[in-house]
């Protein structure tokens, strides 16, 4: 091994050391009160490489903070265990809020489960899942309701105590299948029966997207994880909309009318935080050229 490429493979360790050191982000600052109400910020819809995600449940915790996010949804396909690992680790290291989900997934439908805590396996009829979410106090929420679903969701509409009304599908054009304006039809069509569902904006985080792009703010009693299932549970939720149409509980869309709400959590790339991210990056950056330069050279 020459001494340059062991230069290199130190400059590449202290790289990653110093980045995992400096990017532990501060997390997010207290909620805002207003109304009598702590307004969390919280995305609901996350996955982790449990099933088709990228980053571990504890990963997906630390990336939540960084994201300046109160609450974390963990929803895995058919599975409960990544949520609570996400929470364990949450509880132990500073937060955020998790929220224990599930995507209940089969071919005809995909709805999410809150504030279960044995997992609820997907079955042919749709009312017996939501019976079963029920009877451990949790709460049902379609999720991206578009209208391949809607022959196993509209018969359980009004059964439903929420439905997802912003999804990132709502920010690109309209795919096969994957159609915005058809999530909006579906939650419009329930409030027009009488039934006004939760409303939730959620990313479908996988890894690749921006985790806290769609959000849902919940007005809850407490900043606990009681707190934001009773918020969930009693429809005290907005979301502003990509048009920036807000959507939720009609007192507090006029609140937050009269006046705005300043979002916290932060979207989107990856901003430098200080001196010693910048100079982190620049050794590993140097240690990884370095290392893949001086191996070549060698062979
Ligand atoms: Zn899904
Ligand atoms: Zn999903």
Redesign the pocket.
């Known amino acids: 091994m020459s001494a340059a490429f062991r230069a290199s493979l130190a400059a590449l360790a202290l790289g990653l050391t110093l980045g995992a050191w400096s990017d532990r982000g501060p997390g997010a600052p207290s909620p805002e009160r207003r109304d009598g109400w702590y307004v969390l910020e919280a995305d609901l819809?996350a996955?982790t490489r449990f099933s088709d995600g990228l980053l571990s449940p504890f990963d997906l915790t630390v990336h939540a903070r960084r994201q300046r996010l109160h609450v974390l949804g963990v929803?895995e396909?058919n599975m409960v265990f990544p949520a609570q690992l996400a929470r364990w680790f949450a509880r132990h290291t500073g937060g955020p809020i998790v929220l224990v989900g599930e995507?209940i997934?089969s071919a005809p439908y995909?709805v999410h489960a809150f504030g279960i805590e044995d997992r609820v396996l997907p079955r042919r009829s749709l009312d017996a899942v939501i019976d079963a979410v029920h009877a451990q106090g949790g709460v049902v929420i379609a999720?991206?309701p578009v209208a391949h679903f809607w022959p196993a969701l509209l018969p359980v509409r009004h059964r439903l105590d929420g439905a997802e009304i912003l999804h990132p599908i709502a920010l690109r054009a309209p795919r096969e299948g994957w159609d915005w304006a058809q999530m909006e039809s579906f939650f419009q069509g329930s409030l027009a029966q009488g039934h006004r569902l939760t409303a939730v904006g959620a990313s479908?985080y996988?890894g690749f997207s921006p985790l806290g792009l769609c959000r849902t703010l919940l007005f809850a009693r407490e900043p606990t994880e009681r707190g934001a299932l009773d918020a969930l549970r009693e429809g005290r939720t907005v979301v502003v909309d990509h048009r920036g149409v807000s959507w939720g509980d009609p007192a507090l869309v006029a609140s937050l009318r009269a006046r705005p709400y300043r979002s916290v959590a932060r979207a989107g790339g990856y901003p430098s935080s200080g001196a010693l991210d910048r100079v982190g990056r620049a050794l590993g950056l140097a240690g990884l050229l370095g290392v893949t330069f001086t191996r070549r050279r060698r062979s």
């Open positions: 819809h996955h929803t396909h995507e997934t995909h999720a991206h479908d996988h």
